[in-house]
């Protein structure tokens, strides 16, 4: 069954001169999932937002909302509300006012307009400053008040276009959560550009991870953490070791592959080609100091870089030309830990080897 703010974009490419903004998109968002764009610089967020919106136009696709197509929808007539980036307030106005101001222009009686305003007021926690202007505002205080403002409106659907990026990491931890709240109290759909992985990560339900105007691969965070489909979405969701590979033997327990760390075991399945990279994640790699003949899907390594981070150390390895990265805890006191310069042994377990498509 369709629900209101179901969306379904079929194909949407758009394109500015030479450049293809968005090429051949296509994907479901269901009512009341919390969905993100996620993708570097120019990967095409913003203008797919701007087409749901009705900002921006689409020169091939569709884009359906609630089943219906968008295209002869105009902007102020979709269920849809933008929260920007740039908060976007009106100077002269106060905060009551900026709020209460979508509301005003729907002619929504004086009465319904104070108890709606003070009610998404409380749930952003903004009721003292209800008289001030945005310039006697803190950046986080503006985003709240932008945030409210699209609230105010009941939208089924909010789009939200970085709406963070200006805030500092405390500050954005702390509104990330509270953005995490009001949308399951609300039960409005949201949708999320970003290119911080992390944010991405920690508040969505599902991800798309965008790359040159396409969708590399979509899914919610830990199916895309634990199994990226490509070299770019290994990198930019998290980091991977990339390791060339070539089997040399495929059985009932996965594969032997023959690579620049020896023979290594993959619990994977043939994927149909005998050559293919595959991914490991730096905290899957166990390290131990060198002390006894290698064991399967062990390798010597040398460690190039450390760098100690409290909690855990990141290790810059190397086995000849082949570059490693790991990460361990630091559950034990630092004398047993490794040092710079020492070599020691890399454990890369079958099941935690992934293999790519590209
Ligand atoms: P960012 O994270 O920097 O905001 P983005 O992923 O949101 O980037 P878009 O703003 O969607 O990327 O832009 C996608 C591509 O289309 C970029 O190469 C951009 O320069 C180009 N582009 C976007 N809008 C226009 C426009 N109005 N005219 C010309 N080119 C545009």
């Known amino acids: 069954m369709v629900e209101d703010s179901d969306i379904e974009i079929t194909n949407v490419s758009r394109r500015f001169g030479e450049t293809v903004a968005l090429d051949g998109v296509s994907l479901t968002i269901k009512q009341g999932e919390f969905f993100s764009l996620l993708g570097p610089s120019g990967c095409g967020k913003t203008t797919l937002l701007r087409i749901i919106a009705g ?39 106060n905060v009551r006012q900026n709020i209460a101001f979508g509301l005003k222009m729907k002619k929504v009686s004086q009465q319904e307009t104070d108890e709606r305003v003070n009610r998404v007021m409380a749930l952003v926690e903004i009721e003292d400053l209800a008289d001030r202007k945005p310039n006697q505002l803190s950046g986080g205080q503006r985003q709240r008040v932008a945030l409210a403002r699209a609230v105010v409106n009941e939208p089924k659907l909010l789009l939200l276009d970085e709406p963070l990026a200006a805030l500092d990491l405390k500050l954005r931890k702390q509104l990330q959560v509270e953005l995490l709240n009001l949308q399951r109290n609300l039960g409005i759909t949201f949708i999320y550009v970003t290119h911080d992985q992390e944010e991405a990560l920690v508040l969505s339900d599902r ?17 895309l953490y634990e199994n990226p489909k490509t070299r770019f979405v290994s990198q930019f969701l998290g980091t991977c070791s ?44 166990r390290l131990v100091s060198k002390t006894t003949q290698n064991g399967e899907n062990e390798c010597t390594v ?7 981070k409290g909690s855990e150390t990141h290790y810059d390895l190397s086995h000849g030309d082949q570059p490693l990265q790991a990460v361990a805890m630091n559950r034990h006191h630092p004398e047993h830990s490794l040092n710079l310069g020492t070599e020691a042994t890399a454990y890369l377990p079958p099941e935690a080897l992934i293999i790519l498509d590209d």
């Open 207 to 223: 991800i798309a991870v965008m790359c040159d105007g396409r969708i590399e691969q979509l899914g919610d965070a830990e199916s």
């Open 242 to 285: 990339l390791i060339e590979a070539t089997v040399k033997l495929s059985d009932g327990n996965g594969m032997l592959v023959e690579t620049a760390l020896g023979t290594l075991r993959v619990a994977a399945k043939h994927p149909g080609r005998d050559q293919f990279t595959l991914a490991i994640r730096p905290e899957k790699i």
């Open 302 to 308: 040398c460690i190039d870089q450390l760098i100690y």
């Open 55 to 93: 900002l921006e136009y689409n020169d091939e696709g569709t884009v359906c909302i609630g089943g219906e197509d968008t295209k002869d929808i105009p902007a102020f007539q979709r269920p849809v509300n933008m929260v920007f980036q740039s908060y976007a307030l009106f100077p002269h106005f």
